[in-house]
């Protein structure tokens, strides 16, 4: 608790600043990976008056706009897993974030940007596979809510299609050792 009162401005602003370099996708990448981490510590302290996370919305959206795919789909991770932990926490600041979440989730390139950014969607406004699962998500997205701005990507057909995925748990990356289903192991050396 004290060494997030006492170093989370710093360590925000640092990586608010590396989240904007210009020549590397990876400094990018680890920022906006670290603005997630960091916003999620605060909402496990301080639950919705997480004091960090209207600063790091606006961040993560400008991510989820980066030129390269791995910075957009650590922006999408970062706020799949914060809207999944704490989704009152982000409802606040849903219109510094879903209009661009929205953009990924129905137009990205990237696979993984697209997988991680409908996860967030579906926390953020609260899309549940149930017969009103789409109340709260529809009153955010018509005028005067707070993601209004996301309504033209996020209609009524692409909602159904988020309420009626399936509830998957994110990937996990396993190991590079071999395995019975390996076929690489001229490639990699590991026979």
């Not at 006492?6 to 400094?27: C, F, K, M």
């Not at 919705?48 to 999408?76: E, H, M, N, Q, W």
Request: with cysteine; charged share 25%; proline share 3%.
């Amino acid at each position: 608790e004290l060494v997030l009162a006492s170093h989370a401005s710093a360590a925000l602003n640092g990586l608010a600043r590396h989240s904007r370099d210009t020549e590397r996708e990876a400094i990018r990448s680890a920022a906006v990976l670290g603005m997630g981490r960091l916003a999620r510590a605060s909402f496990e302290q301080s639950g919705a008056a997480c004091p960090y996370f209207g600063k790091i919305a606006p961040a993560l959206a400008r991510a989820l706009r980066d030129d390269a795919s791995g910075v957009r789909t650590a922006s999408a991770s970062a706020l799949s897993g914060l809207c999944a932990v704490s989704p009152e926490a982000v409802q606040a600041h849903l219109g510094a974030f879903v209009p661009a979440l929205a953009d990924v989730a129905v137009a990205d390139k990237s696979k993984d940007a697209r997988f991680y950014a409908d996860r967030a969607v579906i926390g953020a406004l609260m899309v549940a596979d149930t017969e009103d699962g789409l109340v709260y998500a529809q009153s955010q997205l018509r005028a005067g809510g707070a993601a209004n701005a996301a309504r033209g990507r996020l209609s009524d057909v692409v909602l159904r299609r988020l309420k009626g995925m399936p509830d998957e748990e994110t990937p996990v990356w396993g190991s590079l050792a071999a395995d019975a289903d390996d076929d690489d192991e001229l490639v990699l050396g590991d026979n």
